[in-house]
């Protein structure tokens, strides 16, 4: 034995290798092993089709949300230059804190349904 080459000499390796070529697989053996690698990925492959599914769901979800807020964000955007006039400030001074302009009136419908408007609610 040859302690500096644990394999043997060159032709035993080479002898090794011959009897591996010489080794013969029976052909249902490559079939069903055939058959397993196909089932494996035929496996991966749908797995694969369920992820890219749920990331275009979470794709699509993300659109509308950032549609929504971008609507969101023009909304408030007009509102906010709205608010900057002297015609918002006042209308809002008079609807919601009753203020009033010296020497205005203010009327109050009380039958509103004679103007084809809908009926006021006792709240409000």
């Known amino acids: 034995m040859d302690y500096n080459n644990p394999l043997g ?3 035993k390796r080479l ?3 011959y009897k591996l070529r010489a080794v013969r697989l029976p052909w249902y ?3 069903a092993a055939c058959i397993a690698v196909l089932i494996m990925g035929w496996v991966v492959a749908g797995n694969m ?3 890219i599914e749920d990331l275009r769901l979470q794709i699509d979800q993300a659109d509308d949300l950032v549609f929504a807020r971008e609507r969101d964000i023009l909304r408030l955007t007009e509102q906010v230059r709205l608010a900057s006039t002297d015609q918002f400030i006042a209308n809002e001074a008079r609807t919601k804190y009753g203020y009033l302009f010296p020497g205005e009136i ?3 419908v009380t039958n509103p349904e004679v103007l084809g408007l809908p009926p006021r609610q ?3």
């Open 49 to 51: 089709d369920r992820g």
């Open 29 to 31: 053996g490559v079939a």
């Open 106 to 108: 203010r009327f109050v």
């Open 122 to 124: 006792e709240g409000e």
């Open 9 to 11: 000499s060159p032709r």
């Open 15 to 17: 002898g090794s290798l």
